[in-house]
């Protein structure tokens, strides 16, 4: 097994050393080369060639940090792909499709990948490439959607948005009260009516336990206490539960949005 793999190695060396000599420069030809690993999802081959140009010096530094950039992107390794981007940046840019690619990868990366690589874009690039445009408005709406309308963007992302956008406006002080008010209450405010109801039933139940042991044992009966104190679990529970969930689904909503939105350029995107 390890023979074969060693030939298979050798054998795409070969083709390149072949598309150096015959067809033309050593740059233009590494770069053909390479996209022909990429586009057959070559890892092992694909990294075995990037060694081989590096370790035998057959091109610059800032087109080897390249190439490894472009490796990484493809194999879906945001923080090495980042490291090599910005040791490669003006090369970079001038590869419009990764480019691109790069910017719909990132929406489903970290917070933090996400804003060094849509803020280390250049204003002046992103308003050529008109799809590179499209992409980055996605990630700056989904960070400060009350800017934004549902109409800018492709209809089928527009319901995503609208939901998003509708998610940001809910305040923590209402989901408190309601939950305070009546138990649950909260979840529905926020959109979760399954969850209401099963709260709203969780608080019924321990509820009318502890009522009946109060009524029948009396509230310094051991047992009454302990179904007072998880009725009253319960019930904090449920406000602190609708104090966080304000903040998550907000998170949850515009994280489905960026995965959306990457499904629907990935479908139109370059092919790489």
Same mark, same amino acid.
């Given at each position: 097994?390890?023979?074969?793999?060693?030939?298979?190695?050798?054998?795409?060396?070969?083709?390149?050393?072949?598309?150096?000599?015959?067809?033309?420069?050593?740059?233009?030809?590494?770069?053909?080369?390479?996209?022909?690993?990429?586009?057959?999802?070559?890892?092992?081959?694909?990294?075995?060639?990037?060694?081989?140009?590096?370790?035998?010096?057959?091109?610059?530094?800032?087109?080897?940090?390249?190439?490894?950039?472009?490796?990484?992107?493809?194999?879906?390794?945001?923080?090495?792909?980042?490291?090599?981007?910005?040791?490669?940046?003006?090369?970079?840019?001038?590869?419009?499709?990764?480019?691109?690619?790069?910017?719909?990868?990132?929406?489903?990366?970290?917070?933090?990948?996400?804003?060094?690589?849509?803020?280390?874009?250049?204003?002046?690039?992103?308003?050529?490439?008109?799809?590179?445009?499209?992409?980055?408005?996605?990630?700056?709406?989904?960070?400060?959607?009350?800017?934004?309308?549902?109409?800018?963007?492709?209809?089928?992302?527009?319901?995503?948005?609208?939901?998003?956008?509708?998610?940001?406006?809910?305040?923590?002080?209402?989901?408190? /009260? +309601?939950?305070?008010?009546?138990?649950?209450?909260?979840? =529905?405010? @926020? $959109?979760? &009516?399954?969850?209401?109801? %099963?709260?709203?039933?969780?608080? /019924? +139940?321990?509820?009318?336990?502890?009522?009946?042991?109060? =009524?029948? @044992? $009396?509230? &310094?009966?051991?047992?009454? %206490?302990?179904?007072?104190?998880?009725?009253?679990?319960?019930?904090?529970?449920?406000?602190?539960?609708?104090?966080?969930?304000?903040?998550?689904?907000?998170?949850?909503?515009?994280?489905?949005?960026?995965?959306?939105?990457?499904?629907?350029?990935?479908?139109?995107?370059?092919?790489?």
């Amino acid at each position: 097994m390890l023979l074969m793999k060693e030939y298979q190695n050798n054998y795409y060396l070969v083709i390149f050393i072949f598309l150096n000599l015959f067809i033309g420069s050593s740059q233009t030809s590494s770069y053909t080369f390479e996209q022909y690993l990429i586009n057959q999802r070559l890892k092992t081959d694909h990294w075995t060639y990037i060694h081989f140009l590096e370790k035998n010096h057959l091109t610059t530094e800032d087109t080897i940090h390249f190439y490894k950039a472009r490796y990484y992107l493809n194999y879906d390794e945001d923080t090495l792909f980042l490291k090599h981007y910005f040791k490669s940046k003006q090369l970079f840019q001038k590869d419009s499709c990764h480019l691109i690619k790069a910017s719909i990868s990132a929406l489903r990366w970290s917070k933090k990948s996400q804003e060094q690589w849509f803020l280390s874009l250049d204003t002046d690039l992103v308003c050529k490439e008109f799809k590179l445009k499209e992409i980055n408005k996605i990630w700056w709406s989904g960070n400060k959607p009350l800017n934004f309308s549902a109409e800018e963007f492709p209809y089928p992302l527009q319901k995503d948005f609208l939901v998003l956008q509708k998610s940001v406006k809910k305040k923590k002080w209402k989901s408190v /009260l +309601l939950s305070v008010v009546v138990p649950g209450l909260g979840q =529905y405010y @926020l $959109g979760q &009516k399954q969850t209401f109801y %099963i709260i709203l039933l969780q608080h /019924l +139940l321990v509820g009318g336990m502890a009522a009946e042991s109060i =009524y029948r @044992l $009396g509230y &310094k009966n051991i047992y009454s %206490i302990f179904t007072i104190g998880v009725f009253g679990t319960f019930y904090f529970s449920n406000i602190y539960g609708a104090y966080k969930e304000t903040d998550q689904i907000k998170v949850r909503y515009k994280k489905q949005f960026y995965i959306d939105a990457a499904n629907y350029y990935n479908f139109y995107n370059c092919q790489y």
